[in-house]
């Protein structure tokens, strides 16, 4: 983890080519985040600065928005998709199962910032749902077993004989059909 | 040079530049479109990444690669088939063109093998033949029942051409659109897009035409032109696919928008959550600039227009066109208190126009082929057509463009193939979540704005998530207010408090302890939320009110009753051991806090650890059932 001079000088950095009223304050979130997964306590004030204004409506701005972090995310970031085909596809089961396998609640890590679940808005990727997406890779259609396994594989729990193995994206049997229509 | 839009003598210099343009476009796309070897086209978009198009694409370069193969693979867009993601194109020269489903790169060597080494067809993974005769079994792609009522103009280049090569889009008609409204001027292209009748797509229906014409009065410079790309409706993933698929149609449409009302510079606002759509738009308006699309006097022309992509961050109330201004201007995303409107005074105070992606896609087809050609589909009132999306309960996922008007069952029940086997359809859920929803007895529908206002409803934006008789109305109630209020940017009580309480409300009712007074406060609530400033406090309450009207007897049996039909609500429903089974030791294995115990080999639930995820169910569905909670 950087110490705070070195964020302060590559916070510097990453935005000294922005300006005010020029539509930067988003660009200059996204690069901050980009470089350190989340904007970190001491940009606040730089952008302050940079963007002629407050440090509190800096912060408001950053709080603002849900895709900007305000905490280091942990080392395995598990986001579940709360859209409405998820959710009609049985995704609160999948929650509640996730939760109490990686051991936290919903937009929470667990103590030892090894496992977070985060809640995400639909991408229209609903031919997967319901699913969860970890390191940019989609997983879906889930079923709640399945989330466990995977989850359980997660965690390095070894595998249970018995049930399926975890699955990587899987698209529904539906359009098998149509050739033959 | 009179930049108000006067005939002006450079009209053939214009021309001539365009045609010059065209010229290479064209050599560039004759290398695809009569190829002298193999052509494999791999459609790469956001639904076909998340099923590994990418592995699928790079497995196939790097077969041909090995193998030598006389063939090209290329990088296409998405048809809109999500349900048959990753779809990969094969045309052998001199043979119909072949669409295969589901190719995964697993399938990779099975494809090479037998189609495109060989003079073949990988019949087991067959889609659709892409035109002509069927052959051999495989039906054409325009007989496929997702495809047979769709017309395709929006989506005509979506799946065809390579959405990172300008020249594809040039060499399909691309641009001329453009080359026609320099030559034409401002006014007179307000006057063509004013007499196609298009309205804006983006949900609130307002004719393109007269707003472009409220810009082009203010007298005040600069002016921007802003595209809203934050389609922020969940279950919505329309413009999604027409800015990674045909990216160049929206900047086309904001050019000759610029051109109509005189504006200066242009943003596209993309949502958070699409990052491919960024980088494809970003790329397009590159290469727009490159070509002497975009800049200083485009085509030749004196007329100056330039644009740049904005990447949201995860806002809803930035899709409402003040909230998306308030963004742009570095602060916190909250839509703002109308008047003084856009046109008077939006992003940085300066007049400006805020459109759908979808709106501006279609002005180039209204100035390249004209609004009489444009409105000759559509109903007797709307012209045009609209693209929507399929999700949720249904057979077939995917994004379809069909003409206003059309109607609600032919998409569900006649492209989507309705909810799966054995199940009924019970509603379906237009245009996200402040937009209403239709119970199954209205699925015939026309797919009109007036159709949805005279049921209190909106149109909405595109989007189509369709419910089965497994779905529990007051779950969906309650996903609907969770998001209104964790969305709502916090400017209005009767919006910020307003929907906390009605959360609260429907969660009592969900957990068996709703009280009689319940049905009234919530309508008082819903009452209250006219006084809020923007639409989204105003139509929060809408989808609820519409689902406890339609549903009543279903609200009133969690009410009164405290039992869920669909057996959903986990504060209604417990898992119970129903008998013993061989299957148990599985449930009692996968169950994540070990609530299914063995007490002397009798298997039973610890009520106190189960979390209801229902994982046990899955592994012994007949040994373990839902029971009513507050039942017998």
Known sequence: MP?????????????????????????????????????????????????????????????????????????????????????????????????????????????????????????????????????????GPLTVSRAIEWARALRGEPALAAAEPPHEAEVVAAGEGEAAT | MDRRGKARPDCIEIMATYKEIRQAAHKAWDAVARPRRTLIKVGVATCSRAVGADETLAALRRAVEERQLEADVMLTGCLGLCYAEPIVEVQRPGRPAVLYQHLTADKVPALVERAIAADGIATEHTLAVVDGEPLGGVPVLSSLPFWRGQVRRLMANCGVIDPEIIDHYIAHGGYEGLAKALQIGGEAVIKEVSESALWGRGGAAFPTGRKWEFLRGSQRKPKYIICNADEGDPGSFVNRNLLESDPHSTIEGMIIGGLATDADYGYIYIRDEYPLPVERMRKAVEQARERGLLGESILGSAFSFDLEVVRGAGSYVCGDETGLLASLEDRRGMPKIKPPFPAQAGVFAQPSNVNNVESYANVPLILREGAGWWSNVGSEKHKGTKMWSLSGQIQRVGILEVPLGASLSDLIVGAGGGPPEGRTLKAIQPGGPLSGIIPASDVDIRLEPDHFRERGMLMGSGGLVVLDDTNCIVDLCIYFEWFAEDESCGRCTTCFAGTRRMLEILRRISSGRGRTADLELIRLLGRLSSNANCFHGQGAPTSVMSMFRFFEEEVMEHLERKRCPAGRCPGLIRYEVLHQSELLPLAEAICPTGAVVRDNGTYRIDQAKCVKCDACREQAPYAIGVVDAFGP
């Open chain 1, 3 to 139: 110490g705070s001079t070195e964020i302060v000088a590559r916070v510097n950095e990453l935005i000294a080519d922005l300006r005010p009223d020029n539509v930067d304050l988003l660009a200059a979130l996204h690069r901050i985040q980009h470089e350190f997964g989340y904007v970190p306590r001491e940009a606040v004030p730089l952008l302050a600065g940079k963007f002629r204004t407050t440090p509190a409506l800096i912060f408001g701005t950053i709080d603002f928005y849900s895709e900007v972090r305000t905490n280091p995310p942990a080392e395995e970031v598990v986001e579940w998709c709360s859209g409405p085909a998820c959710l009609l596809k049985g995704s609160m089961n999948v929650r509640r199962a996730l939760e109490a396998v990686l051991g936290c609640e919903m937009n929470r890590a667990t103590s030892d910032g090894k496992f977070e679940l985060r809640l995400v808005q639909c991408d229209g990727t609903c031919h997967l749902a319901p699913l969860v997406r970890h390191k940019g890779r989609s997983l």
